[in-house]
């Protein structure tokens, strides 16, 4: 089955989840508004796919994240009172969407990531589409993960998997691509293992969260039993499509923070806050002193 080369126009962002793991922080803030140094995690995720030229934003949320749609709303009374005050809203020009460009669907029980994607069938349509797990933050050393995915996707279509190389002994805690074909950033996917046991990994390349899928596999979602943890995976469905449309994983040239995990949003805002160019010095200086 082949797969004509369609504009990517859309991203979905799957926002439902409970944030559990950083109560009660996030009781009633939702874990993707937590700010890593200035900005909450979905303004990242929302900036990387403007750079990749993403047009219409897809958010599928859950109860208790009316925040998210508020931030990405216009706050007239913030910006007429920082106007009147002779002030800069700069900082809050990345927060206003084109109207119309941001789409809020509810995911109204947790049936899992695939399961979430399918909610937003009747939007995606019958194109294919991006998606971007708000709490994987990848920065780019050039350009942004989406973005250089959509660069490799402008050349040989299909479905496209962000892949990142990590250390052997750590492939037992991710989905892991078993490689076909290498050709510089691009590798054959032949087939995707969920977690393998230590020794066993096909490969160090793990999915860090950034997908383009071609529209088939919200039919394949559509009838996906429930796999690991009793949830609709999405990886299940995407395996239905290896051998019957390209697949390839797009290795990212950059680096990754596990923002769903405190170690890794603690190391984020660190990171981040280090190479801000008002408060880097003064951080790390903070910071030799703390550890000597």
Not at 2 to 17: E, T
Not at 229 to 241: H, I, N, P, R, Y
Not at 266 to 290: I, T, V
């Amino acid at each position: 089955m082949g797969c004509p080369k369609v504009k990517i126009r859309k991203a979905v962002f799957p926002v439902a989840g409970l944030g559990t793991r950083f109560l009660p922080a996030t009781k009633a803030v939702p874990k993707e508004m937590l700010p890593v140094v200035d900005r909450p995690l979905i303004q990242y995720a929302v900036d990387e796919a403007i750079e990749a030229g993403i047009e219409t934003m897809i958010f599928v949320t859950g109860r208790n994240k009316a925040a998210i749609e508020d931030h990405f709303d216009v706050a007239y009374e913030l910006e007429r009172t920082q106007a009147d005050r002779g002030k800069s809203i700069a900082a809050l020009e990345g927060t206003r969407l084109t109207p119309g460009n941001a789409i809020f669907v509810r995911q109204q029980e947790p049936r899992g990531l695939g399961h979430a994607i399918w909610c937003a069938r009747d939007i995606v349509g019958n194109e294919p589409f991006a998606i971007i797990l708000p709490d994987e933050l990848l920065i780019g050393r050039a350009r942004g993960c989406l973005a250089q995915m959509v660069e490799q996707y402008d050349k040989i279509g299909g479905n496209l998997v962000c892949a990142l190389e990590v250390p052997m002994d750590e492939t037992p805690s991710y989905g892991i691509i078993d490689p076909g074909e290498r050709d510089g950033v691009l590798t054959e996917v032949r087939g995707l293992v969920e977690k393998p046991a230590l020794g066993t990994a096909p490969s160090n390349l793990m999915l860090p969260g950034r997908y383009i899928l071609q529209p088939e596999v919200m039919g394949l979602l559509a009838t996906q039993e429930a796999g690991a943890g009793g949830e609709v995976q999405l990886t299940d469905s995407m395996a239905k499509l290896i051998g019957k449309q390209p697949f390839h994983g797009v290795t990212f040239d950059g680096e990754r923070f596990d923002c769903g995990s405190k170690l890794g949003f603690a190391q984020a805002n660190f990171a981040l806050a280090a190479r801000d160019a008002s408060m880097g010095a003064d951080l790390k200086n903070w910071a030799r002193q703390l550890l000597g």
